[in-house]
């Protein structure tokens, strides 16, 4: 079934709080251990019936997304029709704000805002297991977008499991110029690893425990990513926006999963709105962006 009107759902950018990554399985994914926080930056897909299925973005550096097939939102919108044996005629609309190609999940997060628009559009109420499941047919970052607030990500990190996170967490993210592909990250972790031993991923309890607190001081001391040594080698650059920021007086400096935004975490707003500007004039990133954590997960406005 299907309405006239579309529908919007508001989906939010992630940040990794703890990336551990283990060596190349056969498959050549790895496993990690994902600690994964939704932040205050979204985008909006909305779905509205259509002959056939059409992709359209609006929003900084919408020229970069993809509007083939290949676009997780697309993509989304033609596993779900699979499932229910219908066609996907629709046409998904993807207002960006999260930074394309910025480590940030903004891919991710139009798979799962198309899969939830689309279940509404077409009345088809799937339960959250089925749409979880599609979500991990559609790449590993893309349940989360779903789910939201935070959550320990297993496997490639499609199996979640939701943490509790207390109180507000204030971030600055400086987006950098052009994107990382993710892939060619993973490569250079596996070239710098080479011949060395790399431990089985595990979340980390003291950063688990900062979480639940909502203690910022220890959290800024336990963000790790193991993904941002081979950032930085692929992009030496990134180097002087995670000094700019902390030379600013954020807590902590972290290539944000597979870069190259970079992310801060910093006391509360008034220092966000100081490191942000400190970024944004250190002329070593194109912008700086203010958010919080947690946020929720995909929505129908």
Do not use: Y
């Not at 990336?19 to 790895?30: C, E, K, M």
């Not at 977008?145 to 990190?157: D, E, I, K, M, Q």
């Not at 979640?160 to 993710?182: I, N, R, Y």
């Not at 080479?194 to 800024?220: F, I, K, N, Q, Y």
Request: aromatic share 4%; charged share 15%; hydrophobic share 45%.
């Amino acid at each position: 079934m299907t309405t006239t009107a579309g529908v919007t759902v508001r989906v939010p950018a992630k940040v990794n709080v703890q990336l551990a990554v283990g060596a190349a399985r056969p498959d050549g994914f790895h496993d990690l251990a994902n600690v994964f926080l939704a932040v205050s930056l979204h985008d909006e897909v909305t779905a509205t019936p259509a002959a056939e299925l059409t992709v359209t973005c609006e929003g900084p550096d919408a020229d970069k997304v993809p509007l083939d097939r290949s676009n997780l939102a697309a993509r989304a919108a033609e596993l779900l029709a699979a499932r229910h044996g219908i066609s996907p005629d629709v046409h998904l609309h993807i207002a960006k704000d999260i930074p394309v190609a910025g480590g940030m999940a903004g891919g991710s997060a139009d798979g799962a805002g198309a899969l939830l628009a689309c279940d509404a559009l077409w009345g088809l109420n799937s339960s959250r297991e089925e749409l979880l499941e599609i979500c991990a047919e559609l790449g590993s970052d893309v349940p989360f977008s779903l789910v939201g607030g935070a959550a320990l990500g297993t496997g490639r990190g499609e199996k979640l499991t939701e943490l509790p996170a207390g109180g507000t967490f204030h971030w600055v993210f400086a987006v950098a110029d052009g994107g990382l592909s993710t892939p060619v990250v993973f490569g250079e972790f596996d070239r710098l690893t080479s011949g060395v031993d790399v431990p089985e991923p595990a979340a980390s309890p003291v950063l688990l425990d900062a979480l639940r607190t909502g203690d910022t001081t220890a959290l800024a001391a336990a963000l790790a990513n193991d993904l941002q040594a081979a950032a930085l080698s692929l992009r030496p650059s990134l180097a002087e926006t995670l000094t700019a920021g902390t030379d600013a007086g954020a807590l902590a400096a972290l290539v944000s999963g597979s870069g190259p935004t970079t992310a801060f975490l910093v006391k509360d707003a008034e220092a966000a709105e100081t490191v942000a500007a400190a970024l944004t004039a250190s002329g070593t990133c194109r912008t700086a962006r203010v958010a919080t954590s947690p946020a929720p997960g995909a929505v129908v406005l």
